[in-house]
């Protein structure tokens, strides 16, 4: 069965500086992909960034950026320059690739993040 | 946004009622997935469906079903309803089942069960 950590349950950060989310995950799979969601209060989910287990490049996307490690079964969360509007609840997700195993994700308990001004 | 609508935002029952939340998908997205979120944790994978049929389902009873129509929107039904249903049900679609794809999440629907 598959299962994800996130250790911190909340997080603050100055805004304009970095900030990493911990993730840790466990799976038996070898084909996995594993995904950060940002989650504000209204609710909605938002996709960040998405790595696979085969990616030899770290995932960016803008200020988004994740740390792989797989021998350490880790895939940390990097926001840089952290602005407002970046306080939310954040989510780290994973994902069996093999088709039989449909789209489903398996959630960590989440990490708030605030930014102060 | 995402292009994704779930119906009503919000909901009020008692306990041993009967819900039904809706999802509209994505154009062109022919696979819906359901999630329950308890207050303070991350969603819970309750069922999948694909091309109408269900194609995989979380640990959560019989009473929890779904159907799929033909323009790939969706309801979930809760029969029975217990306190502990009370939560933020969050639809997703995505092209396809499988492989990697983006799921595209609804705002979703928030359940009290009095």
């Known amino acids: 069965a598959q299962k994800i950590t996130q250790t911190q349950p909340g997080m603050f950060v100055q805004e304009k500086e970095a900030v990493t989310l911990d993730c840790t995950y466990d799976t038996s799979d070898q084909s996995y992909g594993l995904f950060w969601y940002k989650q504000p209060s209204s609710g909605e989910m938002i996709f960040l960034i998405y790595q696979g287990s085969y990616d030899e490049q770290n995932a960016t996307e803008g200020r988004y950026s994740l740390n792989f490690q797989k021998a350490r079964k880790s895939a940390n969360l990097v926001i840089s320059a952290s602005q407002l509007g970046d306080s939310a609840m954040y989510f780290c997700?994973?994902?069996?690739?093999?088709?039989?195993?449909?789209?489903?994700?398996?959630f960590g308990g989440g990490t708030r993040v605030l930014v102060k001004p | 946004e995402t292009g994704v609508t779930q119906s009503p935002t919000h909901l009020i029952k008692t306990r041993g009622q009967q819900v039904t939340l809706r999802c509209s998908s994505q154009?062109?997205?022919?696979?819906v997935s359901w999630y329950q979120q308890a207050l303070g944790q991350g969603p819970q994978f309750i069922f999948q469906y694909y091309r109408e049929e269900e194609n995989g389902r979380g640990n959560f009873p019989p009473r929890f079903s779904g159907l799929q129509f033909p323009n790939y929107s969706s309801e979930l039904n809760v029969n029975a309803l217990e306190l502990d249903d009370s939560a933020l049900y969050l639809c997703?679609?995505?092209?396809?089942?499988?492989?990697?794809?983006?799921?595209?999440f609804g705002p979703g629907t928030r359940l009290t069960v009095l």
């Open positions: 997700a994973m994902r069996e690739l093999r088709r039989a195993a449909g789209n489903k994700l398996t």
């Open positions: 154009s062109g997205h022919n696979t």
């Open positions: 997703a679609s995505s092209r396809d089942r499988g492989n990697y794809n983006e799921q595209f």
